[in-house]
């Protein structure tokens, strides 16, 4: 389940989605990631029905594409299908990709109930411990 205690700005969505756009014209993380670095990112993902194989190859792509270099955590809600995979579950696959980042896993956020919504950019303070906790979004000027 994990735990964390961090304040940044939030930027995510679903993750297959966020994977086929990357290193597009429509891809402006970089640009995010620098306009916001000093405030640094909280990524929250809802992965639909990627297995944790190719969960494990997009979260390599994306560290090298520089989408984690200010990360302070990953919010990553329940998967709706089952993992078709049996060689890696998906918190390995995020533990091996990025070790030095902590990772909550299944957040009520996503395509499962029940969810609740993530305000990309906002300003949060997240709070979590022992499978509990809060996102409060902060006014910042």
């Known amino acids: 389940m994990g ?11 679903c993750f297959e989605s966020i994977n086929d756009m ?20 909280i990524w929250f993902f ?7 194989c190719d969960v494990y190859r997009a979260l390599l792509k994306m560290k090298y594409m520089g989408y984690f270099k200010y990360t302070k955590a ?3 809600g329940r998967v709706l299908f089952k993992n078709v995979s049996d060689l890696i579950g998906y918190d ?6 990025l070790p030095d980042i902590d ?21 949060a303070s997240v709070e979590i411990k022992d499978g509990h906790g809060s996102i409060q ?4 000027e």
């Not at 304040?7 to 995510?12: A, E, F």
């Not at 390995?92 to 990709?97: I, M």
């Open 3 to 13: 735990s964390c205690s961090v304040v940044g700005r939030l930027l995510g969505g």
């Open 22 to 41: 990357a290193g597009t014209p429509y891809d402006f993380v970089e640009g995010f990631n620098e306009r916001y670095k000093a405030d640094g990112i």
């Open 46 to 52: 809802d992965i639909f029905s990627m297995n944790s």
């Open 74 to 76: 990953i919010l990553v």
């Open 92 to 97: 390995q696959a995020f533990k091996k990709a």
């Open 103 to 123: 990772v909550v896993f299944k957040m009520d956020i996503g395509h499962t109930y029940p969810h609740m919504f993530v305000v990309n950019g906002a300003m």
């Open 137 to 140: 979004y902060e006014m910042k």
